[in-house]
């Protein structure tokens, strides 16, 4: 590898980590702070919250990916480009294919970590969170007892106890069950007790009280009981049990069992190419973003304008992606428009490539057009 290419590559690859990192940082707080609350408002401890924040990263880390490796690229593009290295190199005769050789390395380098992540560790990741939430999910005792907090083990529940004395004993129970949305119910006992009934979990309240309102007509019915069982083994969420997900197989177990799953044959393919395709984008991007810039040439006044054009052309291919993914799923024959927005990535980036190589190709052609 040449000297200029080790000296680009290696400005690209410690912009792009640092870029990375703190898109990372960025994105991991905004989804940390729901999970956090969510997680210790169930009762769990600070150790499950580091756990799925960890097995949430991958699937993070692909989304900021492609977006710091453009980053990198502009930067590091800008940079040279004001300080007239791109200038020197162009003058001594070096062409814009040859310019843009350590950015291609670049961009390969990124893809092959984008593909470690969408073909391997994404699955891994989320067939292991699944696992986890099934896990805490099916131990409800251990969700419930919590005392002086107001807990939802599910959507639409409440739960509260006061406190719990050292035989299990729950004391001043409060339950709240608005699943039925005509009806809502609220039971509160002097204590209560957590039995296990084989797989399922039955809470027993004793000496209570409990008060059903109808939506409809906005009638409240009391009734007092000396006990009463709640089966709670159906706040255990049953979404986090069946068969795996197509997002949660390797790529090799899931061409392998391609015909097996029940999910359509559409999100399937969706799926499938997808994670091909991401790693393509991330060349692209990194491309888009050298010739975008590279056609701007040197100016006092920076090349702002150009970053704002890539950019612009960034965002509208990364768009038709997105516009592509329903279309896929409807039909997995139209499996090959997947890869529709990385073929327009590259013949952009090769029309920039070719007119930054001849820049006064359209003077002569207007010049030959008015001599004839």
Not at 181 to 186: F, L, M, N, S, T
Not at 327 to 346: C, E, H, K, N, S
């Amino acid at each position: 590898m040449a000297r200029y290419d080790r000296y680009m590559l290696s400005q690209l690859l410690v912009l792009f980590g640092f870029f990375a990192l703190i898109l990372v940082a960025i994105f991991w707080i905004n989804r940390a702070v729901v999970l956090f609350d969510r997680l210790i408002g169930d009762g769990q401890t600070a150790f499950v919250f580091l756990e799925f924040t960890t097995l949430g990263l991958p699937k993070l880390i692909t989304t900021v990916l492609p977006i710091a490796a453009f980053a990198a690229a502009v930067y590091v593009t800008n940079r040279m480009s004001g300080e007239s290295e791109l200038t020197v190199l162009q003058a001594t005769g070096t062409s814009p294919w040859r310019l843009a050789r350590p950015v291609l390395i670049y961009g390969l380098c990124v893809a092959f970590m984008m593909s470690a992540l969408s073909h391997f560790l994404v699955p891994m990741a989320g067939a292991q969170l699944k696992e986890r939430e099934a896990e805490i999910s099916r131990n409800v005792t251990a969700r419930l007892l919590t005392e002086g907090t107001f807990l939802h083990p599910t959507e639409h529940v409440t739960f509260y106890t006061r406190l719990i004395d050292p035989d299990g004993v729950l004391l001043d129970v409060f339950l709240s069950d608005r699943r039925n949305p005509k009806e809502g119910v609220i039971y509160t006992a002097a204590q209560a007790y957590l039995v296990r009934n084989g797989e399922g979990t039955t809470l027993i309240m004793v000496d209570g009280l409990a008060q059903r309102l109808e939506a409809q007509d906005n009638r409240l019915a009391t009734a007092k009981f000396q006990d009463f069982s709640f089966d709670i083994s159906a706040l255990v969420r049953r979404d986090a049990q069946g068969s795996q997900s197509i997002s949660e197989m390797t790529t090799p177990r899931l061409l392998a069992s391609w015909t097996e799953t029940p999910q359509p044959p559409g999100e399937i393919a969706e799926e499938f190419h997808d994670r091909f395709a991401q790693p393509l984008f991330c060349i692209v991007a990194a491309m888009v973003g050298f010739a975008t810039l590279l056609i701007g040439g040197y100016s006092r006044f920076g090349i702002w304008r150009e970053i704002l054009i890539a950019f612009g052309l960034l965002i509208a291919i990364d768009g038709l992606r997105g516009t592509l993914v329903d279309q896929v799923r409807q039909d997995p024959a139209m499996w090959p428009l997947i890869y529709l927005p990385a073929l327009i990535g590259t013949l952009l980036v090769l029309a920039m490539l070719t007119h930054a190589a001849h820049p006064g190709w359209r003077a002569r052609a207007l010049r030959r057009r008015a001599a004839a």
